[in-house]
């Protein structure tokens, strides 16, 4: 750890001493930040096991060789809670012709994990069981007033939040950052903005020439009427990696050419929207929509048929919308400023994981993978007992709740919300002996029954203290009443590709408290 700390500073050190060629050294200023947050959920979480046996899914695409889950939605077992901290700690050096540079270590841990080992019994402590230490969150150059007019260039590492952060923001939980590689280019000029990136997700050069994974952006805003405020943007995601089904075999190639299989490509997702926001006396609004479409043979690539089939689909693509409505009223003259507001959200998703007859009959079926709207680099979270996170798709949400200000420094907010599946999932044809289900037949796996959509409704609340502008502290509390749908299973984890069923149907409920100091 030493030695790592030693390599950090000189790193500092050069950083510096190289921008004095760029212009004198104005200042230098240290911040961070430090983040606590502790953590219950109840009747959640469970190992991640087998929920439908393979047998009973027989040339079914369901985006692998089994159906598993990390959800049990019963109160057998133990619940699930930790601790964790998240630390941020940046120098920011000023030059002067409007140029900075900046670096900024990140360090995110569980508590009891990365510090001492478990071996209590003898007491011979190894101390530092280290796994993943210190990180650079952000390292990146900033010029400004680039040929003398107002436009921003960043090179580096460094956060990229676009908009309100909908679909790209700078988080992966409340408590877990996440930066990219970028060069982000803005214009700014007096109600207009503009914003241009480019980012590297993962460099491939060692596995294939063109396998890389690379995200473009184009975000315009103008807020030059306070009733209405308009955004629009473009998101490219292009993976270069081509997938295979077989390899290597001439043979085989061959035939697959005759018969126009295993020809995936490269995938791209496109994600265009628009965002109009704003406020009118006492009433606020927000409403932002996105549609995404392209070629997802990366997705399509998973979609193989249980049973040992060969082919997944390489001719799958996107097509889904996403939305997010907020309607808001605030009571300007009355006690603790309450204010009213209602949400929607939608996520499409298509799922097509179940067969016909003639599908199952058929030697030549070709699979058709299931696909939902992809909420890129989100931490919008929804529904946290679901554990959103960002990646919750194929779902749709209706809320109602308000706000209330008892204090400048205090604010209380509570919802009560109803959940839903977009597309649900058809399980196997199933019958209940003494409240235990069981599959009906195996191999006949045409036989199903259709998938319920309700993922339930719930209840949250939390509040939140402002002892300082630098200190605050959170209370969340959030109650599931586990719908049909939710208890049977669907897809709806990980933007629509990964199961969420459980063993029963039992309420469930997700609580945290946080605190944030920044300095």
């Keep these: 750890m030493m030695i790592k700390a030693r390599g950090y500073l000189s790193f500092i050190i050069f950083l510096f001493l190289a921008f004095e060629t760029l212009g004198e050294l104005q200042s230098v200023s240290v911040g961070g930040e430090l983040r606590i947050r502790g953590r219950w959920y109840i009747n959640t979480f469970a190992p991640r096991e087998e929920r439908i046996p393979p047998a009973f899914?027989?040339?079914?695409?369901?985006?692998?060789?089994?159906?598993?889950?990390?959800?049990?939605?019963?109160?057998?077992?133990?619940?699930?809670?930790?601790?964790?901290?998240?630390?941020?700690?940046?120098?920011?050096?000023?030059?002067?012709?409007?140029?900075?540079?900046?670096?900024?270590?990140?360090?995110?841990?569980?508590?009891?994990?990365?510090?001492?080992?478990?071996?209590?019994?003898?007491?011979?402590?190894?101390?530092?069981?280290?796994?993943?230490?210190?990180?650079?969150?952000?390292?990146?150059?900033?010029?400004?007033?680039?040929?003398?007019m107002p436009?921003?260039?960043?090179?580096?590492?460094?956060?990229?939040?676009?908009?309100?952060?909908?679909?790209?923001?700078?988080?992966?939980?409340?408590?877990?950052?996440?930066?990219?590689?970028?060069?982000?280019?803005?214009?700014?000029?007096?109600?207009?903005?503009?914003?241009?990136?480019?980012?590297?997700?993962?460099?491939?050069?060692?596995?294939?020439?063109?396998?890389?994974?690379?995200?473009?952006?184009?975000?315009?805003?103008?807020?030059?009427?306070?009733?209405?405020?308009?955004?629009?943007?473009?998101?490219?995601?292009?993976d270069g990696l081509s997938p295979h089904d077989t390899k290597d075999d001439p043979v085989l190639e061959f035939m697959e050419d005759l018969l126009n299989r295993d020809d995936y490509g490269v995938t791209r997702l496109h994600t265009v929207g628009i965002r109009a926001f704003g406020k009118y006396s006492s009433f606020d609004y927000d409403l932002e929509l996105a549609y995404q479409f392209g070629d997802a043979d990366s997705i399509g690539a998973r979609f193989k048929p249980i049973g040992g089939f060969l082919y997944g689909d390489d001719d799958a693509s996107w097509g889904d919308l996403g939305a997010e409505l907020t309607l808001g009223y605030t009571f300007q003259d009355v006690k603790w400023t309450p204010r009213i507001y209602t949400l929607g959200v939608y996520f499409q998703g298509h799922d097509n994981r179940d067969i016909s007859f003639w599908d199952w009959i058929n030697p030549f079926y070709e699979p058709e993978a299931s696909h939902s709207f992809n909420r890129l680099f989100s931490d919008r979270n929804y529904l946290p007992t679901v554990n959103d996170n960002g990646w919750l798709s194929n779902y749709w949400q209706v809320q109602l709740g308000f706000e209330l200000k008892p204090t400048e420094k205090i604010l209380f907010h509570f919802h009560g919300a109803y959940d839903g599946i977009v597309s649900p999932f058809d399980p196997p044809k199933s019958f209940k002996i003494f409240g235990r289900k069981f599959y009906a037949l195996p191999f006949f796996s045409f036989w199903t029954e259709e998938g319920e959509d309700d993922i339930g409704w719930e209840l949250a609340a939390w509040i939140r203290y402002n002892y300082s502008k630098d200190l605050w502290f959170m209370l969340y509390g959030n109650y599931l009443f586990v719908g049909d749908g939710l208890a049977q299973g669907a897809y709806i984890q990980g933007n629509g590709t990964d199961f969420a069923g459980g063993t029963d149907d039992d309420n469930a409920g997700y609580i945290f408290w946080m605190s944030v100091l920044k300095f």
């Design 151 to 238: 436009i921003t260039v960043k090179i580096g590492r460094q956060d990229l939040i676009m908009g309100k952060g909908w679909l790209v923001t700078n988080m992966l939980t409340p408590s877990q950052y996440s930066s990219q590689d970028s060069i982000r280019l803005t214009y700014k000029e007096g109600n207009w903005t503009l914003d241009a990136f480019a980012s590297k997700l993962a460099e491939r050069y060692n596995v294939e020439q063109d396998g890389d994974i690379d995200f473009y952006g184009v975000y315009g805003t103008y807020s030059g009427w306070k009733p209405l405020s308009l955004s629009a943007y473009w998101y490219f995601l292009r």
């Design 57 to 148: 899914l027989i040339k079914r695409p369901v985006g692998g060789d089994k159906v598993t889950s990390m959800f049990k939605w019963d109160n057998e077992g133990s619940d699930w809670s930790r601790y964790e901290t998240s630390v941020l700690l940046n120098f920011k050096a000023d030059f002067t012709d409007d140029i900075t540079a900046f670096i900024e270590f990140y360090d995110f841990y569980v508590g009891g994990e990365d510090f001492r080992s478990k071996d209590y019994v003898t007491g011979v402590d190894t101390r530092a069981e280290s796994k993943d230490d210190v990180e650079i969150e952000q390292a990146y150059i900033e010029v400004r007033n680039i040929f003398d």
